[in-house]
């Protein structure tokens, strides 16, 4: 039997939308009704915790901490591979706080022997962690998002550490400035994207890389409620609430969509797959080896 998969989250009790880095965030909005926000982020982020729990995960809760209300995005914190971990360099001055918080997270997993190692892309480096680099479980390499918040440079990093392929996507559209935001990669080989936030190029290379009957265009609607913004582990994707055919699309697929209130964290550009960090993401390579060691 598989193992439950692991997902880290943050405490929201800290978050709050003070600031904008992206064009989804409103701090004005969010100072009209401080206390009804934040007290439905609470229970958002309750809500999404029991729904991963419920369709299978292991979720592990870290303190956020004061200052630093984009904590609760803990997929930009590091690539995560084989029980390594490269801790994320981030754009904005408003969240490098947080290097400091999660390298010190996967440090203490290294010291239990959870992870084998824990590295730091360099300092001029950005990169802003798996919200930018999506594992493809099917064809076993990461597709990394750049051109937004994290740097080109950031990819060769990547592809060293991990020895593993990269597929460079260059983004270009400020709205959708963390691959997460607009790339899915689910567990059957489909992958689900938002054509206008890519390249002429990049576009190019999901087509011809996935191919036209695995790939599922989201439309506008879906893409602004955070709906590619998913989590899949199995048949199972949970995400915010879906609008379009989203859910028709996954569903006909076979997979089983849960849909959550996220709208507070909507108001600071994020949705489930960047409210998590999923710690136990493994290569076929390293799970074979794994199994002949085991043996
Ligand atoms: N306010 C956060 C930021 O702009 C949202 C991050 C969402 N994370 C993600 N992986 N899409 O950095």
Known sequence: MSRAPSLLMVDPGHFEVSYTINPWMKPDAWSQDREGHFRAAQASSLALRQALEKAG?????????????????????????????????????????????????????????????????????????????????????????????????????????????????????????????????????????????????????IRDIVGADKLIAAGDEDAAAFCINAVNFGREIVMARPKDGLRAKLSERGYHVTGVDLDSFIMSGGGAYCMTLRLDRASDAATAKAKVARA
């Open 57 to 205: 995960a292991e979720v592990i809760m870290m303190p956020g901490a004061a200052g630093l209300p984009d904590m609760v995005f803990p997929a930009n914190a590091a690539v995560v591979l084989d029980g390594r971990a490269i801790v994320a360099r981030f754009r904005c001055p408003e969240r490098r706080g947080e290097e400091a918080l999660f390298l010190k997270l996967f440090q203490s997993y290294r010291a239990r022997g959870l992870f084998t190692e824990v590295a730091q892309y360099p300092e001029t480096v950005f990169q802003e962690g798996a919200g930018d680099c999506i594992w493809d479980h099917t064809r076993q390499f990461f597709w990394a998002g750049y051109g937004q918040r994290s740097v080109r440079e950031s990819l060769a990093v990547t592809r060293d550490f991990f020895g593993v392929t990269i597929e460079p996507l260059e983004l270009v559209s400020p709205r959708f400035y963390h691959l997460d935001t607009c790339f899915l990669s689910l567990s059957g080989g489909e992958v689900v994207y938002y054509p206008q936030a890519f390249s002429e190029a990049g576009r190019g290379r």
